[in-house]
């Protein structure tokens, strides 16, 4: 119950209605169907809304939950026996490390069939390699424990490791991105210099000529013997016979 009037009211949708007498709030919130909410009480004179007050508490306490997130159980079965292939355990680790760089926990089972109870340590080495394989990321938060006809491990996060991974990842990421684009630059500048010596090349041909194809030769026998004359080799006997008629 507001006792002190006047208020300095806030309307439903966040207006800021004013200073006002406290009974004329309270009618104002009874017509809205609402409810008048003290939401600052150290100011003179106090704040006060128009508000659903059930809707308020509960978005109260939703932000008093600390968050779920990363606290999830999830759970891996090596198989349905102990006689699971070697393959078969590095998929299930690849999918538990997903888990575990998400910052979830991980129960590992490994089952038991018929006569397998007799040979719990193979069972028991499946654990350990599926561990070995993670322990980069996780660490034993509870060792294999015999629960029936199967044993749990349970494996949890190393937050400090995962941390120092992710922070990897994003500078190889980085690197591999200037690397990438160094090499396009690279790629660009080899093409504008190849395309600035082709237009060079242009710009020397000379009238007439194709760049790349060298003018045909000009008969050399012509300029060099003058127009006309025959170079053909004499015959002997014609030489003979036009000495003798005097020619």
Same mark, same amino acid.
């Given at each position: +119950? ?41 100011? $003179? ?5 128009? +508000? ?13 939950? *600390?968050?779920?997130?990363?606290? =999830? ?12 292939? *070697?393959?078969?355990?590095?998929? $299930? ?5 997903? /888990? ?11 089952? /038991?069939?018929?006569?397998? +109870? ?16 993670? =322990?980069d990321i ?6 294999p424990r015999?629960?029936?006809?199967q044993f749990?491990?349970?494996?949890? *996060? ?8 992710? !922070? ?5 990421? !980085? ?13 660009? !500048?080899?093409?504008? !210099?190849?395309?600035?010596? =082709? ?7 000379? *009238? ?23 170079? $053909? ?15």
């Open positions: +119950m507001i006792r002190i009037s006047p208020i300095r009211l806030i309307g439903k949708d966040n207006e800021q209605i004013g200073v006002i007498d406290t009974h004329e709030a309270l009618r104002m919130a009874e017509e809205a169907g609402l409810d008048l909410v003290e939401v600052v009480a150290d100011s $003179r004179p106090p704040v006060c809304k128009i +508000m659903d007050y059930g809707k308020h508490k509960y978005e109260l306490s939703k932000r008093k939950q *600390p968050s779920s997130k990363g606290s =999830e159980l999830k759970e891996i079965r090596l198989g349905r026996s102990i006689k699971i292939d *070697p393959h078969d355990i590095e998929i $299930r680790s690849a999918q538990a490390r997903r /888990f575990l760089m998400e910052g979830h926990k991980v129960q590992v089972i490994q089952r /038991f069939r018929g006569r397998e +109870m007799a040979h719990k340590d193979l069972g028991l080495d499946n654990l350990r390699v599926f561990f070995e394989s993670l =322990e996780c660490k034993v938060e509870q060792p015999p629960f029936g006809r749990n491990m349970l494996l949890a *996060p190393d937050k400090a490791r995962i941390e120092g991974i992710k !922070a990897k990842m994003q500078r190889d990421e !980085a690197e591999e991105q200037k690397a990438k684009e160094a090499e396009l630059e690279r790629k660009i !500048a080899e093409l504008d !210099a190849r395309e600035a010596a =082709e237009t060079d090349d242009d710009d020397h041909d000379e *009238p007439g000529e194709v760049q790349g194809i060298t003018p045909s030769k000009k008969k050399s026998e012509r300029s060099n013997t003058g127009k006309g004359k025959d170079n $053909r080799a004499s015959n002997p006997v014609d030489d003979e016979i036009a000495e003798l008629l005097g020619e």
